[in-house]
């Protein structure tokens, strides 16, 4: 039986994290909506982050350029009061599986391919935060073990907040499938993702290579496949815990398309093996 690829088991890295409430003080509808959602944008390499080290709390789109030569996303971790990246780090090597109670998985842009771009937007509460990537490399090291680990401060802010992105469609998590409010068009398209399911819950998307499935692209990431993935990532949401909300936004052009949750329930067994994947054509 074929060991499942790290992209798979470090899915582990995920804890509860409720959706908080918005910050700052409440606003007429029209003056809402002059107010603007702070993009914050990390530029991911082999194998580190750049960018801010302290941005102010709220409705936040988190934003990941790619210039390194493998695929990465941003998994948001929160920490509980005086604990640090190094002590994450070592939290890591002593746990077999799962992250430390003490660190709390908060959603951020899923992957995405050399040269690409991925947009999440979730509500930052204060505190201290990781961005991380678990994607492996190519000898099934995953990034974070290399160093892809950047500390994080999210600042108390009395700014006025926001309202909400507007979505075009929601994309609905349950225990175990994905279910779309109507179908996905060609274009631009924001993407509220809601978690009714009782446990986290990630969204890939891949756009599938001509022919491919996503089971054979599933298949592809073991570590003694015989060829790479037949697909390209093109973002999504991190992880989500249950009763949560975000968005990410994608530019799906004509083709065909999978959406994945590699997140293990409590016995191990991932999401996408209880049919937590999905296949669609955008025309």
């Not at 003056?31 to 080290?53: C, L, M, Q, R």
């Not at 934003?63 to 005086?82: F, M, S, T, Y």
């Not at 190094?86 to 799962?98: M, W």
């Amino acid at each position: 039986m074929k060991r499942l690829h790290p992209f798979i088991l470090l899915s582990l890295l995920s804890a509860a994290f409720g959706a908080p409430p918005l910050l700052g003080r409440p606003l007429s509808a029209a003056a809402a909506s002059a107010v603007k959602i702070n993009i914050v944008t990390f530029i991911a390499e082999n194998y580190d982050f750049k960018g801010p080290d302290r941005i102010p709390a709220g409705i936040t789109t988190v934003r990941i350029v790619n210039q390194g030569d493998e695929p990465h996303h941003i998994q948001l971790v929160k920490l509980a009061k005086g604990k640090t990246a190094e002590d994450f780090r070592k939290a890591l090597k002593e746990t077999a599986v799962g992250m430390p109670i003490w660190a709390k998985n908060a959603g951020g842009p899923n992957g995405t391919s050399p040269g690409g771009q991925a947009d999440a937007t979730v509500t930052l509460e204060p505190g201290n935060y990781l961005l991380i990537c678990v994607l492996p490399n190519q000898g099934g090291v995953p990034h974070a073990a290399l160093g892809m680990i950047k500390p994080l401060t999210v600042a108390a802010d009395s700014s006025p907040r926001p309202p909400e992105p507007k979505s075009d469609f929601t994309l609905t998590e349950s225990d175990f499938a994905f279910e779309s409010s109507k179908p996905v068009a060609a274009g631009k398209q924001t993407v509220r993702v809601v978690n009714n399911g009782s446990q986290p819950h990630e969204v890939v998307v891949v756009r599938l290579a001509p022919g491919a499935s996503i089971k054979e692209f599933i298949a592809a990431l073991v570590p003694d496949a015989s060829g790479p993935p037949p697909g390209k990532l093109v973002g999504g949401i991190t992880g989500i815990e249950k009763g949560s909300h975000g968005f990410f936004d994608a530019n799906f052009t004509p083709g065909h398309y999978g959406l994945i949750c590699f997140f293990p329930d409590a016995k191990g067994r991932a999401h996408f093996a209880q049919g937590m994947a999905l296949e669609f054509d955008v025309r």
